[in-house]
């Protein structure tokens, strides 16, 4: 891997540095979310060492998962970002608005730095490092749909007859 420093720049012009640590430090948490724009829905996840849950939203339900990483696990995912350059993840700001476009972002916080990486209504990736950053993007989401499944359940439900009206229509919304 080559790199030419960290171009994660907080608001500011701090940089947040990855690259000196062999392990998942103490003060980095990492957000991903997918959401907005025309539809009311979003999901996010948020990930660091001692807290880490999704949250799944359609509509007026809001649904929280909590979980837990080892550290063995947390030290596997941060190898994983790492390796595939989080470091080099920037953003454009553009000067076309679509206003009914959704935000798909990665925000990475250390310490008191916090840099949002995101691609949505005035801001994309830059074109250079989507597949990077839709790799972490996918390596966080998936991991977090690996820890919450065991804690969903399916159901079955039953409606009775008198609720079925010729011509009505009833939508269950999976959450």
């Known amino acids: ?6 171009r994660l720049r907080t608001r500011d012009g701090k940089t947040i540095r990855l690259t000196g640590y062999k392990t998942w430090p103490d003060s980095l948490a990492l957000e991903i979310y997918d959401g907005g724009g025309m539809v009311n829905a979003s999901n996010s996840v948020y990930i660091s060492k001692d807290s880490c849950y999704t949250i799944n939203q359609r509509e ?11 550290e063995g696990e947390l030290d596997k995912l941060f190898k994983n970002i790492v390796d595939n350059n989080i470091e080099q993840l920037s953003t454009k700001h553009t ?24 691609d949505g209504a005035t801001e994309r990736i830059t074109e250079m ?8 993007y996918n390596l966080l989401e998936s991991l977090a749909k690996q820890k919450v499944s065991g804690l969903k ?6 409606f009775d007859k008198s609720m079925l009206l010729p011509g009505k229509c009833l939508s269950i919304i999976c959450m």
């Open 153 to 158: 359940q399916n159901c079955c439900f039953n």
């Open 1 to 6: 891997m080559i790199s030419c420093g960290s």
């Open 129 to 136: 490092h989507k597949g990077d950053f839709r790799t972490i």
């Open 95 to 118: 000067n076309d608005v679509i206003y009914d476009k959704g935000t798909t972002s990665l925000t990475i916080m250390l310490g008191k730095k916090r840099v949002n990486i995101a």
């Open 60 to 70: 007026d339900a809001t649904n929280i998962y909590t979980f837990k990483l080892n």
